[in-house]
């Protein structure tokens, strides 16, 4: 979601500041001295110790789970190890100038990832080209679009305001229209476009490139970037299964405590999601605004199904599918991998993907092979595993990216941005390319680029 602002402004936003902090952190611990504590190994993370590591500072990252990649995790189902899939973010978009640089440096292929899209509404399927909106709806979605950039910041502060379906409605979406509109866009925010603000979506659909970013994946798995990035920071400066517990500053001086050690660094990046920045003690503590603008930015309910079938049944490779059904969208994940199995994903959200992930694997993949049968009756046969993450689940996440609320997008983000002393803070939910790994990316930088200054 790139709204209007760019990676400069993130870094005008950390500003005053951060420069602060890297002036004190000078003063106190003299020129040759610097040093940085990352807190989480994600996207984010990741590329702000690189950048540091690159600027000659001293960087150890510290991450709670036992790999790094954060919400980036490519996978292999047991029964084809040729095959891979991404459990976590799976697009690359053609806007995305920073990931595409990254790729191209560290001579990691981008590989089309494109589909043509056909839709599976109350039993029948309509092939891609052969579905869509009511010309009213596609006018006004047109207009609504060309007059994003005009929007003044008071205009701005009223749509998001707003959420999108009751913007759409206001613009002259029919039913129907609001209907196929909230199967498609859900898909994006990863719950009903009822609980996202219309700015933000606005701003997603009026900047993104024509396929809303979802145009490339990297060859071999969104995963390589996370390693590459690791092998420049050097393994002995990135600590797995390493959770930090506090962030004391004291006198100066802010240091990290794990449950094995306490670390002393001139400053601090903590890139993690927000209900686990909620559980980071801090001492001093946040301010109580940035503590409560934490507490009210929820993240999005997706549950990602990854079956192998014994054949690509779909035929077409640019195959997906959008749908009414509990399993929501399908695509194709193993485009253009060799060999004759495959493997379509369902990408369910908000209520869906809690009733996916409450299911046993086996039920879960019976529910999604059997939705398919209005597709292809054999489907449920051809079916030889399944890998499932129900990201609502996960410890540190609490859900697969932040969602923005009516109202939120203008009233928590620029509090969540602050620094707190020697701590800046990064991270997908921060970043004007929101939900991405983009934004992670480009907030990292922008943190570290603020320090090395
Ligand atoms: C299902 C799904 C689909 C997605 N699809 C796309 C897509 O198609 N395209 C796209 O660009 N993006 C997509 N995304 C979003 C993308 O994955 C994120 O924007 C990005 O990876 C976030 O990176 P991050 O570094 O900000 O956060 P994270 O990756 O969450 O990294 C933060 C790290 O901090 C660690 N941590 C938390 N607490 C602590 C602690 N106390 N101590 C130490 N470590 C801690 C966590 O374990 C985590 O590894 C998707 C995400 C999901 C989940």
Redesign the pocket.
């Known amino acids: 979601m790139p709204k209007k602002t760019n990676r400069r402004e993130f870094l005008k936003s950390l500003g005053a500041g951060s420069l602060g902090i890297a002036l004190s952190a000078h003063a106190v611990f003299g020129q040759n001295k610097k040093s940085c504590v990352v807190?989480?190994?994600?996207?984010?993370?990741l590329a702000a110790a690189y950048k540091l590591k690159m600027a000659g500072w001293n960087v150890t990252v510290?991450?709670?789970?036992d790999r790094i990649?954060?919400?980036?995790f490519s996978y292999s189902l047991p029964q084809n190890k040729d095959l891979i899939c991404e459990l976590?973010?799976?697009?690359?978009?053609e806007s995305?100038e920073r990931i595409k640089a990254l790729c191209a440096d560290f001579k990691i292929p981008l590989q089309k990832h494109q589909f043509d899209d056909y839709l599976l509404q109350n039993g029948k399927v309509s092939r891609p080209g052969a579905w869509g909106f009511s010309k009213d709806a596609e006018a006004a979605f047109a207009k609504a679009k060309d007059g994003y950039e005009k929007l003044s910041a008071v205009q701005e502060r009223k749509l998001d305001n707003l959420d999108w379906w009751t913007y759409l409605e206001k613009i002259g979406f029919s039913e129907d229209d609001l209907r196929l509109r909230d199967l498609m866009d859900s898909t994006d925010f990863g719950e009903s476009i009822r609980h996202v603000s219309a700015y933000g979506a606005l701003a997603e659909y009026a900047e993104s490139s024509p396929k809303n970013?979802?145009d490339y994946k990297m060859t071999g798995g969104n995963s390589r970037l996370a390693q590459e990035f690791a092998a420049r920071i050097g393994a002995e400066n990135i600590r797995t299964g390493?959770?930090?517990?506090e962030v004391i500053q004291w006198k100066g001086t802010v240091s990290v405590k794990t449950a094995d050690e306490t670390l002393k660094a001139d400053a601090v990046i903590c890139?993690?999601?927000t209900q686990?920045l909620l559980?980071?003690k801090f001492n001093p503590p946040l301010p109580t605004a940035q503590r409560e603008a934490a507490e009210k930015l929820i993240y999005a309910r997706?549950c990602?199904n990854s079956v192998l079938y014994d054949e690509r049944f779909w035929k077409d490779e640019n195959f997906s599918m959008v749908s009414d059904v509990t399993s929501h969208y399908y695509f194709h994940s193993t485009q253009n991998q060799p060999g004759s199995q495959g493997i379509l994903t369902s990408y369910a959200i908000g209520e869906k993907a809690d009733v996916l992930a409450s299911q046993s694997d086996e039920r879960r993949m019976r529910i999604i092979t059997n939705d398919l049968v209005d597709f292809d009756r054999e489907a449920p046969n051809l079916a030889k595993g399944i890998a499932s993450y129900a990201?609502q689940r996960d410890k540190?996440?609490d859900g697969?990216?932040a969602l923005y609320r009516p109202g939120q997008w203008f009233g928590i983000r620029p509090i969540l941005q602050r620094p707190h002393g020697k701590v800046l803070f990064?991270?997908?939910?921060l970043a004007d390319w929101q939900?991405?790994?983009?934004?992670?990316i480009e907030t990292?930088e922008s943190a570290a680029e603020s320090l090395i200054k």
Do not use: C, D, Q
């Not at 510290?62 to 789970?65: D, Y």
């Not at 976590?88 to 978009?93: D, F, K, L, T």
């Not at 990064?426 to 939910?429: D, F, K, L």
């Open positions: 807190i989480g190994a994600g996207f984010s993370g510290l991450e709670a789970r990649g954060g919400r980036v976590g973010a799976e697009w690359v978009g995305h970013e979802m390493t959770l930090v517990s890139t993690v999601p686990s559980k980071i997706i990602k990201w540190y996440t697969a990216y990064a991270g997908e939910h939900g991405f790994m983009e934004g992670a990292g």
